[in-house]
Structure formats: structure tokens, C-alpha cells
């Protein structure tokens, strides 16, 4: 039996763009008061005196609060500049956590290469990467996310806030993606324990790196479990990250209900979708 205090609502079901302040209003009037801030808003001065108007549980994703000049996250940048802004962002949304009483942070463990932005097309919400010739130094990449992990674990701690990054996964762009396949979680578990830094698994990412490459859902989770403190739920197509509201009789339900998940945080991260259907989701559990 899932605990229905888990279930969380993204902000992201809202219009790209869409001040966090008007979102919030209509999650009062809809009575949805578990809510995770979202990463597709727009910026506002003073988030903090926004959100601590509603008696809402909330937690908090990646890019929120929202920057005044916009960029993507990257903390396995090669570029000492993005890397360094992105942790200081990471830094102050962690503060953020502090201030509004957040349950959880959520982070992304950050690209091989640097994206030009987030897609905010209605069909793929995968981030965007211009022509420019890949950088295939994976190994810099990792290198430099665990060294930006070792920061925020330690800050994080600090702060009595708990931190999970999120798993990746594309099928056409996976190859400017870290943390996807089950070998880089080994290595990543060599160095931080399930108490410093948890794992947010993303049901929509997972569908797509395992048809990339070829390996079993299931066995991934299993090796992932002791980690696992939330799931990003959303359902495509296996092509594209669609980002569609859940659907009866998929695959992921059976480790949606796995026993031992009853009690991790379960966030809807649909995009452009009405509240109705996210009610109707709702009620699948």
C-alpha cells in the first residue's frame, strides 16, 4: 500500500514560463498540497516569501529557485565557469530547502557536454546540444561530478537536508549523458553512501536508457534500492522524454508497488497536462 503523504505533484504540469506564484494558486483551489517545484517557470523576486504563504510539504528540483539570468545546471561541466555557478546555484536552492522546510532536494548529476538550453517542445523535453563536435572525455566528466558531489554532500549535510540526484536517460542523446547505465552507479556508490546523497529514480529516463542499452529494468532498480529515496514518474514512448501522465498496466508499475518503495516519495512529473488529469493519476494509486 502506497502512502498516499508521498505522492507528490511537479510544478512542471503548469505552462512553460508560468510564474510559480499563479501555479500555486491554482494548487490551493485544487486542494494539491504536496508539491515539488519545478525547473520550467519564470523567474520572481523573493520565491521564499511566495511559497511560505501556503501550508503546503513541499520539495524542490534542480533548477528552482529560478535564476534571474537563465542557464543549465551542469556540475560535471569541463568549463570551470558553468561549474562553479552551477554549484553556487545548487548551494542557494539547498539554502532554499532550509528556509521553506523542503522534504527533499533533487538534482540532475550533470552532462559530458555543456547543453545550449532545456527543450521545451511539447513532444521531447530532452536538453538541447548545438553541432559543435561532442567531447568525448567521459572520464573528465565523471571525474568532475564527483568532485562537485563531494561539495554538496558536505553542504547539504550541513544544512540537515536531504539530497538525491536523479538518474538519465535518453535514446538519441545519450551520448552527452552521465549516470544512465548500471556500472556507473557502482563507481558512484564507491564514494558517497545512501545517507549522504540518495537516488531520485526517473521511471521516464529509466524506459529510455534501458531500450538504448539493452539492459534490465528490474535488475537496475534492484542494484539501485538501498539508494532510492524518490521517483520522477512520467511515461513515454521509449524515443522521447514525453513526460506523459501515467498509464494503467505499464511496466513500471510493478516497482511503482514494490513493497519496500511504500514509503519513498513518488513525484508526477507531467508536463503541459491539466489537474484533472493528474487527479485521474492519483487514483491509479
Known amino acids: 500500500m502506497i502512502n498516499s503523504d508521498r505522492i507528490f505533484v511537479s510544478t512542471t504540469f503548469a505552462k512553460n514560463n508560468l510564474k510559480i506564484s499563479k501555479v500555486l494558486i491554482k494548487c490551493k483551489k485544487e486542494k494539491i498540497t504536496n508539491i515539488e517545484l519545478g ?3 519564470a523567474y520572481e523576486k523573493n520565491f521564499q516569501k511566495i511559497v511560505k504563504q501556503y501550508n503546503f510539504r513541499f520539495m524542490v528540483h534542480n533548477y528552482f529557485p529560478i535564476p534571474k539570468k537563465e542557464f543549465v545546471v551542469n556540475i560535471a561541466s569541463s568549463n570551470r565557469g558553468i561549474r562553479n555557478l552551477s554549484l553556487k546555484h545548487i548551494k542557494r536552492a539547498i539554502n532554499f530547502c532550509k528556509n521553506i522546510n523542503s522534504k527533499l532536494y533533487t ?5 559530458i557536454n555543456d547543453p545550449i538550453k532545456a ?7 530532452d536538453f538541447l546540444w548545438g553541432n559543435d563536435v561532442l567531447n568525448n572525455n567521459y572520464r573528465l566528466a ?4 564527483i568532485f562537485s558531489l563531494k561539495k554538496i554532500v558536505k553542504f547539504a549535510k550541513k544544512k540537515n537536508i536531504k539530497i538525491a540526484i536523479e538518474t538519465q536517460g535518453a535514446f538519441k542523446k545519450n551520448n552527452f549523458l552521465l549516470m544512465q547505465k548500471p556500472e556507473e552507479y557502482q563507481k558512484l556508490f564507491q564514494f558517497f553512501t545512501p545517507s549522504e ?8 529516463h529509466l524506459n529510455l536508457a534501458s531500450k538504448f542499452f539493452d539492459f ?7 542494484k539501485l534500492k538501498p539508494y532510492i529515496v524518490a521517483f520522477e514518474l512520467s511515461h513515454n514512448n ?7 501522465p501515467l498509464k494503467k498496466n505499464q511496466w513500471y508499475w510493478k516497482i511503482i508497488n514494490d513493497p519496500d518503495f511504500s514509503e519513498m516519495y513518488k513525484i508526477l512529473e507531467f508536463r503541459n497536462t491539466s489537474i484533472e488529469k493528474i ?6 494509486f
Request: hydrophobic letters at 35%; charged letters at 25%.
Open 39 to 41: 525547473s520550467n517557470h
Open 279 to 284: 487527479k485521474r493519476v492519483i487514483k491509479f
Open 142 to 145: 565523471f571525474d568532475q561530478m
Open 119 to 125: 527543450n521545451r517542445s511539447k513532444k521531447n523535453y
Open 216 to 222: 534490465s529494468k528490474l535488475k537496475f532498480v534492484e
Open 238 to 244: 521509449g524515443i522521447k522524454d514525453q513526460h506523459l
Open 107 to 111: 538534482f540532475h548529476p550533470g552532462f
Open 197 to 204: 546523497l540518495g537516488i531520485s529514480l526517473n521511471i521516464g
